[in-house]
């Protein structure tokens, strides 16, 4: 008998929505279609999907998108349900209505469960090859502190509203932290929450509205004559002679750290042009934060450095070592090469400003580098348009953060102004 019987399931997505709004990029519901003895059931299955990621023939979601197998799986079982509840109906000899199959697949109806920290660590898993180690890191820390403040409590992405990322950023000032150590976190976060937006996951943007704003404190920076008495000192053991090159090189290049390390001979370059008879030597290389292609004129205390430490069996130029080690080296060198003028420090916790003021060489590290290459540049008149070529940044808006002034060049342009 049931090879007599004409029934078939068919799912498809509904277009009345599309025709009116003109999107057919917008997730639309995904509609049950049962045929049975003549009759049509047609039900929501509480699925969403965009006509790209429907294979109508196959009557499933496409494989290459994202979550495809769990809402497939979502799929088989609606199917298998419905054609159970039909036959089991016609074994008891009930008479088959819509109202019949749908009590049947809806009793124990599944639910597309996602959970937020499972697809955020499957974000972690797509970028792993795309962000360098560094970001990587501060994403997974980001996490870890969110998972710290959610606790054992249940979190979707609908519950990630402007109020939660308040309490959030309350939590983090509570156990020490910064305002802007508070943006970064925030803002990682909201690079996934974006993440999830685009991929369907998260379909409210009300995050948007919750900010921490970033406050620029002391930057910190070497002058030039800081930077000569490291390059300076004669120095027998490896280790520091490694650290000395390294450190020395991100203030030479404005290079990241982890640039420095991946600097290779074929990234070095000789650069010609046209009524100048010296041939210039340059870095030529990708930088990995940014993925920007940038070109780096060498001083010629750069080559030195390279010189010494390339190795015609070595790839890589410069020596490798950690950057842990490296910060905490450089500090014991600048505290021997002389460097101890005073540093101001500035930092805001929530609205209370903190001052202090330490020796400069107990806050070396190589993230000074760059912030020591664009001071030193800017007050030799380089163009600040130069210095973000160099750079890879954009002028406007990155730079305010790395360009300190060293005072003599106030006195020394102020004083300009005597008649």
Known sequence: MAGEIKRHVRFYIEQRKSKATGNKNKPKPLILS?????????????????????????????????RSKEVNRILDGIERKINDTYYSLLAQNISVTNALLLSGIKT??????????????????????RLSSGTLKSNRTSYNKFKEFIGKRDVQFEDITPELLSQYAEFLLKIGNTNNTIHGNIKRIKIFLNHSKKTGLLRNDSYKHFNVPERVGSIKFLEWKEVKLLLDMQLTDPLERDVRDLFCMCCLTALRFSDVLQLRTTDIQEYTFENI?????GLNIRQQ??????????????IEIIDRNKHPKRELIMPQRALQTVNRVIKQLGKRAGIKSQQGLVTFRGNRKEVKTVEKHKVLATHMGRRTFVTIAATRKIPISVIASITGQNPKTTLKHYMGVVEVEKFREVSKMNF
């Open 277 to 281: 008879e010296e041939v210039h030597l």
């Open 289 to 302: 934060k940014t993925d920007k292609v940038t070109v780096i004129p060498l001083l010629k205390e750069s």
């Open 108 to 129: 124990k109806k599944e639910v597309v469960k996602t959970s937020f920290w499972d697809e955020w660590e499957k974000y972690f898993e797509m970028n792993k090859n």
């Open 34 to 66: 049962f045929h049975y003895d003549g009759k049509i059931l047609c039900s929501t299955t509480g699925i969403k999907l965009k006509d790209s990621d429907w294979d109508k023939a196959k009557q499933r979601v496409k494989l290459p998108v994202l």
